[in-house]
């Protein structure tokens, strides 16, 4: 059993050895005929290889670093069977379940009472206290002390004075229930059944061998030919692991230079069912992939970039060279959580051509409307900003643990008319990779897209780049789940506006994707306003070359209002544009010639116009 998991050989081992602690907690809480509580313990033995992470264990003796006694000797797997075994027990019908569960921890596990309120609340028991409270006076339907079967009674199996082992008789393992090692014949003999049959398939379409059959997740690995690259891409120890301090040697330097980080990069069985996942998924697998990414296995050997818990789940990120894949488990499938709820997941982003600043952070967990990013290692302060607010400049720093893990970061809220606020990230490098600030925001996808600014591409953080960022940011819902790599704004033309509005700006935003295809463009005018406050979009492009380093022709306009109540057609072009026409219905004056790139001409309410114009 590797390090935070738990095999299923180990777990019926544990059922065996431990079967008949196991029926007596379960007949004590269930308060019910033994026959009950056989099949409920035979019931907890899991399917397949699962998380020992989020076991409750017990707590430390006060003002000391040392656990209570016999607590480090504790086989995780009999903890995690007990565990299951409360839970199915305590979800009974039933009044003094909880109660009858506090005695029997206390009595026939000799467990100390923050270790019992520990378990009870792992087991998903509202008010521990009041159940400890009630244990202490004597549970409701207990068995009665005088009883053959009660716990307290000396002739109990499980009393002071009778050490649990097979040679001493158990009044609850009558004959007419099997035998805890016929139930572990029976279920490896349905194993064996299903892998011969799995075998008989592979071997009928001689599509190669399995490279190691051996293991829980054996059943789930694809066919694959020996001393492949394919087959190597299933194995731990060839993933690629990255010493720390590469990035400063590095003379590329991003998602390659990344070393592996996170509490589990050493968990074996963890990272091979994430390469299992990314190579063949089973069918109850969330598979989600970014438009144009490919959904097939790596090449060969991904780079691991971190393993590790997160919010109730553990969570891989790897690395092939052209995607990242995150892998999340729940640690805990039955606990009801979020990630439990969720179940396995695999997702997968492409990356390809990332530079340093593409590579400054990945998506680690995004649950209940917040996201945790992990930065590069070469990244020295993250920070939350608003980016509807210009003058919110340093943001507010958050906290990172050893691994490059953010605290929560709000997700911005993508309804209509209710765009308040829109969190971005704001990482600032080190000498040598990145030193300059750079702004993200959350697009939906695992690399957050950054922000810049102007033909030059820069990054969106000066004065004027913030403004225009401000008017555009609740715009960003058009783009979420797109693939985008980088968002870009681009001042075209600035215009005075008639009847003394002060002064526009026309600004053309360009969201490009990864694949290099796909991209969204619009062009926006942007009164003078409060900031924040949304420009006006005056045209969409889908798929289209506009606004970008190869195609800067725009020409756009809109019917607008004065506050003095007059309504004009204005038009905005790039500043190659040397005259600009108007034509069509509701123009004062008739169709309209200027000079320049931007036009004003007074106009009807509904007018309509054709716009043309000279370079």
Same mark, same amino acid.
């Given at each position: 059993?590797?390090?935070?998991?738990?095999?299923?050989?180990?777990?019926?081992?544990?059922?065996?050895?431990?079967?008949?602690?196991?029926?007596?907690?379960?007949?004590?809480?269930?308060?019910?005929?033994?026959?009950?509580?056989?099949?409920?313990?035979?019931?907890?033995?899991?399917?397949?290889?699962?998380?020992?992470?989020?076991?409750?264990?017990?707590?430390?003796?006060?003002?000391?670093?040392?656990?209570?006694?016999?607590?480090?000797?504790?086989?995780?797997?009999?903890?995690?069977?007990?565990?299951?075994?409360?839970?199915?027990?305590?979800?009974?019908?039933?009044?003094?379940?909880?109660?009858?569960?506090?005695?029997?921890?206390?009595?026939?596990?000799?467990?100390?009472?923050?270790?019992?309120?520990?378990?009870?609340?792992?087991?998903?028991?509202?008010?521990?206290?009041?159940?400890?409270?009630?244990?202490?006076?004597?549970?409701?339907?207990?068995?009665?002390?005088?009883?053959?079967?009660?716990?307290?009674?000396?002739?109990?199996?499980?009393?002071?004075?009778?050490?649990?082992?097979?040679?001493?008789?158990?009044?609850?393992?009558?004959?007419?229930?099997?035998?805890?090692?016929?139930?572990?014949?029976?279920?490896?003999?349905?194993?064996?059944?299903?892998?011969?049959?799995?075998?008989?398939?592979?071997?009928?379409?001689?599509?190669?061998?399995?490279?190691?059959?051996?293991?829980?997740?054996?059943?789930?690995?694809?066919?694959?030919?020996?001393?492949?690259?394919?087959?190597?891409?299933?194995?731990?120890?060839?993933?690629?692991?990255?010493?720390?301090?590469?990035?400063?040697?590095?003379?590329?330097?991003?998602?390659?230079?990344?070393?592996?980080?996170?509490?589990?990069?050493?968990?074996?069985?963890?990272?091979?069912?994430?390469?299992?996942?990314?190579?063949?998924?089973?069918?109850?697998?969330?598979?989600?992939?970014?438009?144009?990414?490919?959904?097939?296995?790596?090449?060969?050997?991904?780079?691991?970039?971190?393993?590790?818990?997160?919010?109730?789940?553990?969570?891989?990120?790897?690395?092939?060279?052209?995607?990242?894949?995150?892998?999340?488990?729940?640690?805990?499938?039955?606990?009801?959580?979020?990630?439990?709820?969720?179940?396995?997941?695999?997702?997968?982003?492409?990356?390809?051509?990332?530079?340093?600043?593409?590579?400054?952070?990945?998506?680690?967990?995004?649950?209940?409307?917040?996201?945790?990013?992990?930065?590069?290692?070469?990244?020295?302060?993250?920070?939350?900003?608003?980016?509807?607010?210009?003058?919110?400049?340093?943001?507010?720093?958050?906290?990172?643990?050893?691994?490059?893990?953010?605290?929560?970061?709000?997700?911005?809220?993508?309804?209509?008319?209710?765009?308040?606020?829109?969190?971005?990230?704001?990482?600032?490098?080190?000498?040598?990779?990145?030193?300059?600030?750079?702004?993200?925001?959350?697009?939906?996808?695992?690399?957050?897209?950054?922000?810049?600014?102007?033909?030059?591409?820069?990054?969106?953080?000066?004065?004027?780049?913030?403004?225009?960022?401000?008017?555009?940011?609740?715009?960003?819902?058009?783009?979420?789940?797109?693939?985008?790599?980088?968002?870009?704004?681009?001042?075209?033309?600035?215009?005075? $506006?008639? !009847? @003394?509005?002060? +002064?526009? &700006?026309?600004?053309?935003?360009?969201?490009?994707?990864? #694949? =290099?295809?796909? *991209? /969204?463009?619009?062009?926006?005018?942007?009164?003078?306003?409060?900031?924040?406050?949304?420009?006006?979009?005056?045209?969409?492009?889908?798929?289209?070359?506009?606004?970008?380093?190869?195609?800067?022709?725009?020409?756009?306009?809109?019917?607008?209002?004065?506050?003095?109540?007059?309504?004009?057609?204005?038009?905005?072009?790039?500043?190659?544009?040397?005259?600009?026409?108007?034509?069509?219905?509701? $123009?004062? !004056? @008739?169709?309209? +010639?200027? &000079?320049?790139?931007?036009?004003?001409?007074?106009?009807? #309410? =509904?007018?309509? *116009? /054709?716009?043309?114009?000279?370079?």
């Amino acid at each position: 059993m590797s390090e935070g998991t738990l095999d299923v050989e180990q777990a019926e081992l544990a059922l065996v050895e431990h079967y008949g602690r196991l029926v007596r907690l379960a007949h004590c809480v269930l308060a019910d005929t033994p026959r009950r509580a056989h099949a409920l313990t035979r019931e907890a033995l899991p399917r397949r290889c699962t998380s020992t992470a989020a076991l409750p264990r017990p707590q430390a003796r006060p003002g000391t670093r040392q656990q209570p006694e016999g607590a480090q000797d504790e086989d995780p797997a009999y903890v995690w069977l007990r565990l299951r075994v409360l839970r199915a027990a305590l979800a009974r019908p039933g009044g003094g379940a909880p109660a009858r569960a506090a005695y029997a921890l206390r009595h026939l596990e000799s467990m100390a009472d923050p270790d019992i309120r520990r378990l009870l609340r792992a087991a998903h028991v509202r008010d521990p206290d009041a159940a400890l409270a009630q244990a202490r006076t004597g549970p409701a339907g207990r068995p009665p002390p005088d009883s053959p079967n009660s716990p307290d009674s000396p002739d109990s199996p499980n009393s002071p004075d009778s050490p649990d082992s097979p040679e001493m008789p158990c009044l609850l393992c009558g004959s007419r229930e099997p035998h805890p090692l016929d139930v572990v014949r029976r279920r490896r003999r349905r194993r064996v059944a299903g892998t011969a049959v799995l075998a008989a398939l592979v071997c009928g379409g001689m599509l190669g061998v399995p490279g190691d059959t051996w293991g829980p997740d054996a059943a789930a690995r694809p066919p694959l030919v020996r001393g492949t690259d394919g087959e190597r891409a299933l194995d731990p120890d060839a993933l690629v692991r990255v010493p720390p301090g590469t990035w400063r040697r590095a003379s590329r330097v991003d998602f390659a230079a990344w070393p592996a980080r996170g509490a589990l990069t050493r968990d074996e069985s963890l990272l091979r069912r994430a390469l299992v996942t990314w190579a063949r998924p089973r069918a109850d697998v969330r598979v989600s992939a970014a438009p144009g990414t490919p959904e097939g296995p790596p090449p060969g050997p991904p780079q691991l970039l971190y393993a590790g818990r997160l919010e109730g789940a553990a969570v891989v990120l790897l690395y092939d060279g052209l995607r990242v894949a995150r892998y999340a488990e729940p640690l805990d499938p039955d606990d009801g959580s979020a990630a439990a709820k969720d179940g396995v997941s695999l997702e997968l982003s492409r990356t390809a051509g990332a530079e340093t600043a593409a590579s400054g952070a990945l998506t680690v967990s995004r649950k209940e409307g917040e996201v945790r990013y992990l930065t590069a290692p070469w990244i020295r302060r993250a920070a939350e900003v608003d980016l509807l607010d210009p003058a919110d400049v340093a943001g507010r720093e958050l906290s990172r643990g050893e691994d490059g893990v953010t605290g929560p970061v709000p997700l911005p809220v993508t309804q209509p008319h209710h765009c308040e606020s829109w969190p971005g990230l704001a990482l600032t490098g080190s000498p040598g990779a990145a030193p300059a600030a750079q702004l993200y925001t959350d697009l939906g996808e695992l690399t957050p897209a950054r922000l810049t600014d102007g033909t030059v591409r820069e990054p969106a953080t000066g004065a004027a780049a913030r403004e225009r960022l401000a008017r555009t940011a609740c715009h960003l819902p058009a783009v979420l789940d797109q693939g985008v790599k980088t968002v870009n704004s681009w001042q075209f033309a600035r215009q005075r $506006l008639p !009847d @003394g509005d002060g +002064e526009a &700006a026309w600004v053309c935003t360009r969201a490009g994707t990864w #694949r =290099g295809t796909g *991209a /969204r463009v619009m062009t926006q005018f942007q009164p003078p306003a409060p900031p924040g406050r949304p420009g006006a979009v005056t045209s969409r492009a889908e798929d289209s070359r506009a606004c970008g380093p190869r195609e800067r022709d725009v020409l756009t306009g809109l019917l607008w209002k004065s506050t003095r109540g007059h309504w004009y057609v204005l038009a905005a072009a790039d500043e190659s544009v040397t005259r600009l026409r108007a034509r069509g219905k509701g $123009l004062a !004056d @008739g169709p309209a +010639e200027v &000079a320049g790139n931007t036009l004003a001409v007074r106009a009807e #309410r =509904g007018a309509s *116009a /054709r716009l043309s114009a000279t370079r």
